[in-house]
């Protein structure tokens, strides 16, 4: 077989049915085998290769496989970059495919050659130069094991010109299982022995949780144990909102009565989170009156920012059911009625505006509850956090790591093409100009993404931390931009809809959710609306801000 027929049936192995992308030059010979397998692998055509990353990223997210995406060398490549480092903060499994000059011409300042591999080297688990045809299948299989194992995250594999025309001998071959990390005894026998002393224990998980599909573990471990729960921003859904345990989100933007209950805790369970910034702030100064345990399939991310009394490094599918063997039957009543005295002592803000944030969410959780829910970055995502009720894993799509603007839109049509399913997007105006070209995909396909705009003409993060520390200069975060939301629906194939007063909400939401393509919703909120609580960037819980003076 030719090298690109031996790319494609590797992926076939794989079990891949959807591959996203962008045609190229140094691709045609990958995209003309993609046109002869069909029937077997799905092709979607964005507008840009930056959005095909974020949208085979969003397939991986809402599926739990693989998302792979195709693009061509130099500035294909390199629009992909930003995707790629978007799943690598989050551990996404991705495969990304690029296409180079032929292996004679590489260091040449060919056109169009770029060493895609030096610029993703640090975002990316493993990626590979195939520069011999016979090395081709073997080195697609391992990426895609690196990809799914242990902690997931992005390869790369650059396939320059002339080995994707080479012929090669092919043999096929069946995926191989992908192992699970197992805990070392004494270490989850030293987590027992801390939790069994705790009076005032509190679990804190993230993603990781998700990724290790062990959410009914986890589950399973909450009850056993009888502890509270608090969720990052890229575990919700990871442990159901509906759940008398279930506390809420945790950190700079979380419920202020969690933060409130970890003050008083006396053991912080951590379980597939990395303690970040957002989680943190000052990472010396982390609730010190608890003691920690992690438990982590990343051994790199044990003790890196916060120090643990505990850690066990292993896969939370295998830790947390013999972790919660060990643990004796118990009861916490006290604790957690004090928890739930915190959370009710603290509500969360609502806006009184003409259209508040808050209602719209609460809005379309009660049409669209279950559904698959995607963000983008900023005041919208962590409203979206904190008012949407997630139920379960693989639910909420958001950028939590890197922060990434312009993500929402690609990720919601990689997460419809996934599940067929319709899928809501809460993005910003900001954010949606950065990316709204994907718009005309989501028409192409059909496909059911409602996208719903908070509209309020200003960067409004950036906005409110200008407004808090830096003296109201608000220096290029007023947009002012004169895009009409009803005309540029129409104009990229969706159908436009609009919200001026709370009281159209529930009425246009209903229409919009009932479209059977992409539906666009303009909703037009306050610029001075904040999010809170806050914790300011590095600072300690007792610094957390209640209230905004506009």
């Known amino acids: 077989m030719k090298g690109a027929q031996i790319v494609i049936e590797c992926l076939v192995e794989q079990g891949v049915d959807t591959v996203f992308g962008y045609p190229g030059g140094y691709v045609l010979d990958l995209f003309d085998e993609l046109y002869k397998a069909s029937g077997r692998i799905r092709q979607i055509l964005t507008c840009h290769e930056q959005g095909a990353a974020h949208a085979a990223d969003g397939y991986a997210r809402a599926s739990g496989k693989v998302g792979v995406v195709f693009a061509t060398s130099g500035p294909g490549a390199t629009n992909l970059v930003t995707g790629i480092a978007t799943a690598y903060m989050d551990s996404v499994p991705l495969v990304a495919v690029t296409g180079n000059v032929s292996v004679a011409s590489l260091g040449r300042d060919s056109f169009q050659e770029i060493d895609i591999a030096g610029v993703t080297m640090p975002i990316t688990k493993h990626n590979y130069i195939v520069k011999d045809v016979a090395e081709l299948a073997e080195t697609m299989r391992e990426a895609f094991r690196i990809a799914r194992s242990g902690r997931p995250g992005p390869v790369l594999v650059d396939i320059p010109k002339n080995i994707q025309q080479d012929d090669c001998p092919f043999t096929p071959r069946k995926p191989e299982p992908i192992g699970r990390k197992p805990a070392r005894e004494g270490e989850l026998d030293a987590a027992a022995d801390l939790i069994g002393k705790a009076e005032r224990p509190i679990i804190y998980y993230g993603g990781g949780v998700i990724s290790a599909g062990a959410s009914a573990e986890l589950v399973a471990f909450a009850e056993k144990a009888d502890m509270p729960v608090a969720s990052s921003i890229m575990g919700l859904g990871g442990f159901p909102a509906s759940h008398p345990l279930f506390m809420g989100m945790i950190g700079m933007h979380g419920h202020a009565g969690i933060t409130k209950a970890l003050l008083e805790c006396d053991l912080i369970v951590t379980l597939g989170a990395r303690f970040s910034d957002r989680v943190a702030g000052d990472r010396k100064r982390f609730f010190p009156q608890a003691k920690k345990i992690h438990i982590d399939v990343d051994d790199a991310e044990l003790n890196k920012n916060v120090e643990s009394s505990a850690s066990v490094n292993a896969d939370l599918k295998d830790a947390l059911p013999r972790l919660a063997a060990k643990i004796q039957g118990a009861e916490r009543p006290e604790w957690r009625k004090r928890c739930a005295d915190l959370l009710a002592a603290h509500p969360p803000k609502e806006s009184r505006a003409d259209v508040s944030p808050q209602a719209v969410l609460k809005a379309l959780n009660a049409l669209h509850g279950g559904g698959i829910v995607a963000t983008d970055v900023g005041q919208h995502q962590m409203w979206t956090a904190q008012t949407y009720r997630f139920e379960k894993p693989r639910a909420l799509l958001t950028s939590g790591g890197l922060g990434t603007m312009g993500f ?71 947009l002012n931009r004169p895009t009409d939301y009803m005309k540029l629906a129409a104009a990229l194939g969706a159908k436009g809809f609009e919200i001026k007063k709370n009281a159209e909400i529930e009425g246009v939401l209903k229409k919009a959710l009932a479209v059977k393509g992409p539906a666009l919703v303009n909703c037009l909120i306050g610029s001075e609306e904040s999010v809170l609580p806050m914790i300011p960037a590095g600072k300690g819980a007792e610094a957390m801000i209640l209230e905004i003076d506009n």
């Open 408 to 478: 929402g839109l690609g990720a919601a049509i990689g997460a419809a093409v996934a599940t067929g399913e319709r899928v809501a997007l809460v993005t910003g105006d900001g954010c949606f100009h950065m990316n709204m070209n994907e718009l005309v995909t989501a028409a192409v396909y059909n496909l059911p993404v409602t996208t719903l705009v908070f509209n309020n003409n200003v960067l409004g993060m950036v906005y409110q931390w200008q407004k808090l520390f830096y003296g109201k200069r608000f220096s290029s975060t007023v």
